[in-house]
T-cell receptor, first 113, second 113 residues
């Protein structure tokens, strides 16, 4: 079945550091890929998405590129802020009628001033 | 903005009790979902519904049931709560056009003692 693997956390960075959170996936067909973010005490929010190979999703300074050849969708940000501290989930949806979403286990990011 | 609300943020119940978790969305979304979130396991789908009175089992439906009598409301029922159902429960909704773009509620942290 489909699966998503993301790097284990927690990741601790200083403010203005470069962020990479790795995500790889296993799926049949051509899934859509997502990054969701969960701020403390809140539910998940969609951060960005990409629906086909080589697409780049971007939002709030975060970017991720759909790499079919390496089955990856790594999240990057050039300069993190304290307010980016959250748990980040990589996810995919299959192309079936229900578009079932499979989530990774989440990576906690802590940004210190 | 889409708003998904859950009836309680924190809930403590005793083993064997019947537990109701309520979720309401205000954006006329067709699809609604119940997940549980556990450390190291990410989000796992319990049940989902793509229309009123319709339901489908997710990956871990055992010990749970659901009810969707109105489009905006989706209830998760634990018929006889057990300690292994202690978890964070997240409700989500989405449109039929973009099933995988889900909007989440803030979650209910359920403790079963």
């Amino acid at each position: 079945g489909d699966s998503v693997t993301q790097m284990e956390g927690p990741v601790t960075l200083s403010e203005e550091a470069f962020l990479t959170i790795n995500c790889t996936y296993t799926a049949t067909g051509y899934p859509s890929l997502f990054w969701y973010v969960q701020y403390p005490g809140e539910g998940l929010q969609l951060l960005l998405k990409a629906t086909k190979a080589d697409d780049k999703g971007s939002n709030k300074g975060f970017e991720a590129t759909y790499r079919k050849e390496t089955t990856s969708f790594h999240l990057e940000k050039g300069s993190v802020q304290v307010s980016d501290s959250a748990v980040y989930f990589c996810a995919l949806s299959d192309q079936g009628g229900y578009q079932k979403v499979t989530f990774g286990t989440g990576t906690k990011l802590q940004v210190i001033p | 903005d889409v708003k998904v609300t859950q009836s309680s943020r924190y809930l403590v119940k005793r083993t064997g009790e019947k537990v109701f978790l309520e979720c309401v969305q205000d954006m006329d979304h067709e699809n609604m979902f119940w997940y549980r979130q556990d450390p190291g396991l990410g989000l796992r789908l319990i049940y989902f519904s793509y229309d009123v009175k319709m339901k489908e089992k997710g990956d871990i439906p055992e010990g749970y049931s659901v009810s969707r009598e109105k489009k905006e409301r989706f209830s998760l029922i634990l018929e006889s709560a057990s300690t292994n159902q202690t978890s964070m429960y997240l409700c989500a909704s989405s449109t039929t056009r973009d099933r995988a773009e889900q909007y989440f509620g803030p979650g209910t942290r359920l403790t079963v003692t």
